[in-house]
């Protein structure tokens, strides 16, 4: 057991690291702090949620129960660091892009939402959601600066003054 243990983290090891995308280190360590928070606060509402004789609450529990099982796992896998497949699926979940895990979070942190609409399940994804919206945001990149982006439109002026010069001319 332990052999094939070895041979599966020194595959994992070998595999490209994930790309960067443009994040800073704070950024980074602000979407996993958000990411465990999200677990933990979809973890307690879940229970409450699943405190209920409403089978419909129950299923939502459940279902927030096992997204900060994933979320755990994902974002912080050392607090799974006895659980053989936690380290390789982190390392999964390391090479999606940012906005891979900003759909999958998103799309984890609404089922319960659907399931059953209570401030409960609301209160609970909303730090679940969070995170993958801060994920999203790191998708679309950095803030251009305000030179570029007036030079960018002094062009775009340009060619547009040429092409109505250019009908003008067209028509005397």
Known sequence: MSGSGGAAAAAV????????E????????LCRLSGVLGAVSCAISGLFNCVTIRPLNIA????MIM??????L?????????MEFA???????DRLRSWQRAVFYCGMAIIPI??????????GNAIAFATGV???????????DAISYARIQQQKQQVDEEKLTDTLEGEL
């Not at 659907?114 to 209160?123: F, H, K, N, Q």
């Open 114 to 123: 659907v399931i059953s609409l209570t401030l409960t399940t609301l209160l």
């Open 134 to 144: 801060l994920y999203g945001l790191s998708a679309l990149g950095k803030k251009g």
């Open 67 to 72: 997204n900060a099982f994933i979320l755990l």
């Open 22 to 29: 443009g994040m800073t280190w704070w950024y980074r360590w």
């Open 60 to 63: 939502a529990g459940v279902w």
């Open 74 to 82: 994902c974002e912080a896998p050392f607090c799974c660091q006895f």
């Open 13 to 20: 090891s070998s595999a490209p690291p994930a790309q960067d």
């Open 87 to 93: 380290n390789t699926l982190a390392e999964k979940a």
